[in-house]
Every structure is written in structure tokens, then in C-alpha cells.
């Protein structure tokens, strides 16, 4: 079974500021994917940044970047230079990535973190 | 444009009185699912089929059926709603379902039972 933990249910920070995000994992599978998505007030679910379980560099997508520590089972993702228009709901999730197995395919999503920019 | 339609977006129905969301994508994607969103659970996996006449349960598929006769239509059905079926509901397609392929996600259907 997978579980994804989002243990932030609420951030703040300050426009142009960095702000980490903070995500654990549990899984029993060897090869496996993790994610992130933006859900702004609108409701829409918004593809951020993807990392493999063997990518060997961390992933990054402009201001996105995810702080991949495989040993510590953490995917956290990191925005640098924040815009007010990064507040939003923030959700953590995975998936295996060989076939079979209950959880094939499955995206298993953590709680999900609101982020508040300031100006 | 590469896109998962689902309608209605908003629904507000009573106890009792079945009802199908529909979903379809445009990117002959073999895998969809589908999601309810509940505040502080996340996204929650409710059917997923692999492709045409394949489906099976995800992690709460009670009160739910799914069906896949074409490719790229996988309609939600709730037979008899119940309140506790209140939620946001996500379809979701991708051309794998392994690997880093982007799951594409639907605009949201906010159905309220009451």
C-alpha cells in the first residue's frame, strides 16, 4: 500500500519569497513515481512537476523545483520567487511505476497543503 | 486542444434518484479514472479501467459502477446517491499508467446530494 503525507495543512509567505513544501512517502515498491499538482480556487487540478524513483537529479520546471531525498522518503517541492498567484491548494502524490499489483496505476494523493502568498 | 470534458459540473439532487456523470477525453488515452475530492482526505481513487471492458475497484468504489465502452468515454454512475456521496469528482485519463505520464484531470463535478 502507498501513503503520502502532507503534514502542512497551511503555509504562508511572502510575495518573491522561496517556500518549501513539505511531503513524505511510504510504499513497498521498488520503481515509482511522485507528483505534484496545484488546485486553485477555481478547482481545476494543475500538472506541476513529476520525479522519478530513479532519476538520479532532482526534478525541475521553472520556478518549481522538487528536493527529492529517496532514504528519507521525501519529495518535497519548492517554489522560489512566489507570485500571488501561487496560492492554492498544493497536493503530493504517487504512483508505482511497474506493472501490476493492487495500486497500478493508482494515484494515491496526500491531504494537500494551502498555500497563502502576501503581498 | 488535449482535454477531459465531464458534465454536469455542478449537480444538486435527492436521496435516491440515480444519476451518471460523464467523462471523455480526446488524447485515445487507455487509462481513466475517476476521483472524489473530500476536505482533509486528498483525492481518493474510486474506478479505473485500463481500457475498453476493462475496470476494477479503486480505494472507495462503494455506491459507485463505471463502464467503458469506448475508449474514451468512462461515465460515473451512482445508482441510488446518498449525502454522504456529496463531493467533488475528478475524471482523470493517461496515455500510461505507469511511469511520468501526466495524468490529465477534468474540470470537477461538484454534486451535492441532499
Known amino acids: 500500500a502507498q501513503k503520502i503525507t502532507q503534514t502542512q495543512p497551511g503555509m504562508f509567505v511572502q510575495e518573491k519569497e522561496a517556500v518549501t513544501l513539505d511531503c513524505t512517502y511510504d510504499?513497498?515498491?521498488?520503481?515509482?513515481?511522485l507528483f505534484w499538482y496545484k488546485q486553485p480556487s477555481s478547482g481545476e487540478m494543475i500538472f506541476l512537476i513529476y520525479?522519478?524513483?530513479?532519476?538520479?537529479q532532482n526534478a525541475t520546471e521553472g520556478r518549481y523545483s522538487l528536493n527529492f531525498q529517496k532514504a528519507r522518503k521525501s519529495a518535497n517541492l519548492v517554489i522560489s520567487a512566489s507570485q500571488l498567484g501561487d496560492s492554492a491548494m498544493y497536493f503530493c502524490?504517487?504512483?508505482?511505476?511497474?506493472?501490476?499489483?493492487?495500486?497500478?496505476?493508482?494515484?494515491?494523493f496526500g491531504q494537500g497543503t494551502i498555500l497563502t502568498v502576501h503581498p | 486542444e488535449a482535454q477531459v470534458t465531464q458534465n454536469p459540473r455542478y449537480l444538486i439532487t435527492v436521496t435516491g434518484k440515480k444519476l451518471t456523470v460523464t467523462c471523455s477525453q480526446n488524447?485515445?488515452?487507455?487509462?481513466m479514472s475517476w476521483y472524489r475530492q473530500d476536505p482533509g482526505l486528498g483525492l481518493r481513487q474510486i474506478y479505473y479501467?485500463?481500457?475498453?471492458?476493462?475496470?476494477d475497484k479503486g480505494d472507495v468504489p462503494e455506491g459507485y459502477k463505471v463502464s467503458r465502452k469506448e475508449k474514451r468515454n468512462f461515465p460515473l454512475i451512482l445508482e441510488s446517491p446518498s449525502p454522504n456521496q456529496t463531493s467533488l469528482y475528478f475524471c482523470?485519463?493517461?496515455?500510461?499508467?505507469?511511469?511520468?505520464?501526466?495524468?490529465?484531470f477534468g474540470p470537477g463535478t461538484r454534486l451535492t446530494v441532499t
Open positions: 482523470a485519463s493517461s496515455l500510461s499508467p505507469t511511469g511520468g505520464g501526466e495524468q490529465y
Open positions: 510504499t513497498s515498491d521498488q520503481s515509482y513515481g
Open positions: 520525479q522519478g524513483s530513479y532519476d538520479e
Open positions: 502524490a504517487m504512483r508505482p511505476s511497474n506493472a501490476g499489483g493492487t495500486s497500478y496505476g493508482k494515484l494515491t
Open positions: 488524447m485515445n488515452h487507455e487509462y
Open positions: 479501467s485500463m481500457n475498453v471492458e476493462v475496470t
